[in-house]
């Protein structure tokens, strides 16, 4: 069954103190592009995530955002031990030359300046690295649920559509040998008018209405019209990415209806063909979601 390119998806994962939330959005586009949003510290892993997204998409505009659930972990004291020997040495001379009693206070030297400070905590990425492909997943797993589902929507259009476009190029197909008809009757009609009674020569009239019929004959341009409709099914009912096929058949089955426009001499086949391009347009439009 085929996918459509639009979706969005979530996921977490996590291990080793780490927890990662990931969101995964798609939209059209001709190729598969991925664009991936890492927090600084994650940077390095960008070239696995985008590798893991191709692996499971086609086609589509992908954007993919993560971030650290575990933020308040995402910094951490550190304590200059040195420096507070130093405080703890000096605190405590100071207390013996002036003479004052008590002891010096652990509070007191964890309060000087300097002591205590708060850094960004370094990422250990082989931690992470589970973490995020397990998000990754989950979020793609989501989006491809949801554009099988909006797929299953744009399949059910696609086949009713291409009923349609059969249908009209049935009536092309029956109508065709009737225009060659009408043709050699107004041809004997006029002739006979130009030629004041006289009748007209059959020979010249049969050559006449043959080279109308070789001119105006669509027959080929339906076979392959029929040809088109029938692998389009295919791709339909397949189950691997068809929207680049799909939009090639679509070009093509618009250039045989053109071509098929062009021969008609027929008032009724150009009614036709008319619908038939409309059909194929709204054909073109919903083929270009199609991953």
Do not use: W
Request: glycine share 8%; hydrophobic share 40%; with cysteine.
């Amino acid at each position: 069954m085929i996918r459509s390119m639009t979706g969005f998806g979530s996921g977490r994962g996590g291990g080793a103190g780490e927890e990662i939330d990931a969101e995964v959005r798609s939209v059209n586009h001709k190729y598969c592009e991925v664009k991936v949003r890492l927090p600084r510290e994650l940077a390095a892993l960008e070239v696995e995530l985008v590798r893991q997204v191709k692996e499971r998409l086609a086609r589509g505009g992908i954007e993919v955002t993560m971030r650290r659930g575990a933020v308040r972990r995402a910094i951490a004291p550190r304590v200059d031990l040195e420096l507070a020997a130093d405080y703890a040495r000096a605190f405590e001379e100071v207390r013996r030359r002036l003479g004052l009693t008590g002891e010096v206070s652990l509070d007191a030297v964890l309060g000087a300046e300097g002591v205590v400070t708060l850094e960004e905590r370094t990422v250990d990425l082989d931690a992470a690295r589970p973490g995020a492909a397990e998000a990754l997943a989950k979020a793609l797993a989501e989006l491809t649920d949801m554009r099988e589902r909006e797929g299953a929507a744009l399949a059910r259009d696609l086949e009713g559509r291409l009923a349609v476009v059969e249908s009209f190029v049935d009536r092309v197909s029956s109508l065709s040998p009737g225009s060659v008809e009408v043709y050699r009757d107004r041809l004997a009609e006029r002739v006979q008018e130009l030629s004041r009674g006289l009748a007209p020569d059959p020979m010249r009239l049969a050559t006449e209405v043959a080279l109308f019929a070789d001119r105006v004959d669509v027959s080929e341009e339906v076979t392959r019209l029929r040809s088109h409709l029938a692998q389009m099914r295919d791709l339909l009912s397949g189950g691997e990415p068809a929207g680049r096929k799909m939009d090639f058949l679509v070009q093509e089955m618009h250039r045989e209806v053109n071509t098929i426009g062009s021969k008609s001499q027929s008032a009724e086949i150009a009614a036709s063909v008319v619908s038939l391009k409309a059909e194929v347009e709204r054909m073109r439009e919903q083929v270009q979601n199609v991953e």
